[in-house]
């Protein structure tokens, strides 16, 4: 089971245990991460699951859909060269041990 580090905006860590397999948003709220609200259920409709991603992983994600990009400049916190929807990224091995920021919003 990958380990995910939850970097909060208070400066608060979190770290979790993740399924292979789920979104990283349901990771998120399954263990109460402050900052994902993902309130279109993550449909990619709402961009309040917004994260950033260091940039190591990025390329491990494969490409960001179109939709996901325009999506992403309605977060409400700054766009960021590592920002994704946390909805739209299915966790895996390679995300072991993977820090990911959830940004002010
Ligand atoms: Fe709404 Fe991800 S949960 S965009």
Same mark, same amino acid.
């Given at each position: 089971?990958?380990?995910?580090?939850?970097?909060?905006?208070?400066?608060?860590?979190?770290?979790?245990?993740?399924?292979?397999?789920?979104?990283?948003?349901?990771?998120?709220?399954?263990? =109460?991460?402050?900052?994902?609200?993902?309130?279109?259920?993550?449909?990619? @409709?709402?961009?309040?699951?917004?994260?950033?991603?260091?940039e190591?992983?990025? =390329? @491990?994600?494969?490409?960001?859909?179109?939709?996901?990009?325009?999506?992403?400049?309605?977060?409400?916190?700054?766009?960021e060269s590592g =920002?994704?929807?946390?909805?739209?990224?299915?966790?895996?091995? @390679?995300?072991?041990?993977?820090?990911?920021?959830?940004? @002010?919003?």
């Amino acid at each position: 089971m990958p380990k995910i580090k939850f970097l909060l905006a208070d400066g608060a860590e979190l770290t979790v245990e993740a399924q292979n397999g789920r979104t990283l948003m349901e990771t998120a709220l399954e263990n =109460s991460v402050p900052g994902i609200i993902a309130e279109c259920n993550g449909s990619a @409709a709402c961009a309040t699951c917004h994260v950033v991603l260091p940039e190591e992983i990025m =390329s @491990a994600l494969g490409p960001i859909s179109e939709h996901e990009n325009d999506m992403l400049d309605f977060a409400e916190a700054s766009r960021e060269s590592g =920002s994704r929807l946390s909805c739209q990224i299915k966790v895996s091995d @390679a995300m072991d041990n993977v820090s990911v920021r959830v940004p @002010a919003a």
